[in-house]
T-cell receptor
Framework: SQQGEEDPQALSIQEGENATMNCSYK?????LQWYRQNSGRGLVHLIL?????REKHSGRLRVTLDTSKKSSSLLITASRAADTASYFC??????????FGKGITLSVRP | NAGVTQTPKFQVLKTGQSMTLQCAQD?????MYWYRQDPGMGLRLIYY???????DKGEVPNGYNVSRLNKREFSLRLESAAPSQTSVYFC????????????FGPGTRLTVT
């Protein structure tokens, strides 16, 4: 069963705009991760935020975590055409296995 | 380092045929995973191996078997392929069970007719 649910399912923006993607989950977690998947490729880890952290930055990425609402958001600032990809959140809980959401398809128009 | 490698990249099987998908990692990782990815379903865990010599079922293990041959290699076997197993299969590895980033292979696109 899916733990993480991303929202929206698809997002289309203009190059230079910011992209915000959301993830909600159901049970308690140790940490939450975001991955990117380019078409026809495997997933690539972007960023991890631990359950005791509220915000984390990595380059143009900003991720927030609200454990009271069981939700996370990924913000990509100043988007580029190369950011076009699918983005997945993944959670791990007491069983230590990652559970992935269904993904968000981001299209960045040049 | 090659990271996580998978063979083959593409495969077409007839219903009832068997095959083994190979996965190897050169990062000295302890844990390895097999996922399948279907449109609109995200990634679902088939089997995983927390360490050499151990394997456990994931969310969708039926119709599959695995072997953790050594620390580097983790293979997935379809004994009698079914059209429902048409999917893209990804192998991944990590230093420890969950909690830390997983490194993914490029995937195997399998079609069962």
């Amino acid at each position: 069963s899916q733990q993480g649910e991303e929202d929206p399912q698809a997002l289309s923006i203009q190059e230079g705009e910011n992209a915000t993607m959301n993830c909600s989950y159901k049970t308690s977690i140790n940490n939450l991760q975001w991955y990117r998947q380019n078409s026809g490729r495997g997933l690539v880890h972007l960023i991890l935020i631990r359950s005791n952290e509220r915000e984390k930055h990595s380059g143009r990425l900003r991720v927030t975590l609200d454990t009271s609402k069981k939700s996370s958001s990924l913000l990509i600032t100043a988007s580029r055409a190369a950011d076009t990809a699918s983005y997945f959140c993944a959670t791990d809980g007491a069983n230590s296995k990652l559970t992935f959401g269904k993904g968000i398809t981001l299209s960045v128009r040049p | 380092n090659a990271g996580v490698t998978q063979t083959p990249k593409f495969q077409v099987l007839k219903t009832g045929q068997s095959m083994t998908l190979q996965c190897a990692q050169d990062m000295n990782h302890n844990s390895m995973y097999w996922y399948r990815q279907d449109p609109g379903m995200g990634l679902r865990l088939i089997y995983y191996s927390a360490s050499e010599g151990t394997t456990d079922k994931g969310e969708v293990p039926n119709g599959y078997n695995v072997s953790r041959l050594n620390k580097r290699e983790f293979s997935l076997r379809l004994e009698s392929a079914a059209p429902s197993q048409t999917s893209v299969y990804f192998c991944a590895s990590t230093r420890q069970r969950g909690g830390i980033e997983q490194y993914f292979g490029p995937g195997t696109r399998l079609t069962v007719t």
